[in-house]
Structures are given as structure tokens and as C-alpha cells.
């Protein structure tokens, strides 16, 4: 018994689907500045989570400039980073000041 083959196979097409190998219109939201991450991501050479990690961690070193000196690693910005947002105001204060005086 010979099996019928799908018409999109025989044509070698396949309709492009949601998500990263599509680009319909309208397939999930669009991103803010116009490009997905995920492609800004692959073409300097980062996987997405990297990509997301390394803005983070920029952001986390513009909120806390302490963060900016060579001792704080992208790892180190992003638990203390973590940890000192979820602070109450008043104790942020105090544990910024303290981590400032570490060379």
C-alpha cells in the first residue's frame, strides 16, 4: 500500500510557522526598538539568554556604579544586583554604601 505524501512535501515548501523561523505578520509581539533580540543576539555571537544576561548586567552597572570596577563579574552583578533591588529603600542605601568601599 503506497502512502499519499503531503502536497507542501512534494513541493519542497513548507509554510514558515510562528516563531523564530517565521515572519508572519502579526505572529506573537513585536519588539520595541524593531528587531528581536534573538537576532541581535546571533549576529554578534551571543545566545539570546547571554544577550539577555550582558543587558542586565549593563543595566544593573548603570543603576550601581560601583559595579563598573574590574572586581564585579557579570555573575557577581547580577546576584548582588538581585539581592539589593529587593531591599527596602533605606537598606539599599546603607548596603550600596558599605559595597562602594570595597576595592
Known amino acids: 500500500m503506497m502512502v499519499e505524501t ?4 512534494k513541493s519542497g515548501t513548507v509554510p514558515e510557522i510562528k516563531g523564530r523561523g517565521g ?5 506573537g509581539r513585536p519588539p520595541k526598538d524593531g528587531v ?22 549593563v543595566r544593573l552597572a548603570e543603576k550601581f556604579p560601583f559595579m563598573q570596577r574590574p572586581l564585579w563579574t557579570r555573575p557577581m ?8 533591588e ?4 533605606d537598606e539599599r542605601e546603607a548596603m550600596v554604601s558599605r559595597l562602594e568601599t570595597i576595592e
Not at 503531503?6 to 512535501?9: D, F, G, N, Y
Not at 515572519?23 to 505572529?27: E, L, N, V
Not at 552583578?77 to 539589593?84: A, E, I, Q, T
Request: glycine share 10%.
Open 86 to 89: 529587593s531591599l527596602p529603600d
Open 36 to 57: 528581536p533580540r534573538w537576532k541581535i543576539a546571533e549576529a554578534v555571537g551571543y545566545s539570546e539568554r547571554t544577550m539577555g544576561r550582558v543587558q542586565e548586567h
Open 77 to 84: 552583578v547580577l546576584r548582588v544586583g538581585k539581592l539589593l
Open 6 to 9: 503531503s502536497p507542501l512535501l
Open 23 to 27: 515572519s508572519r505578520p502579526g505572529a
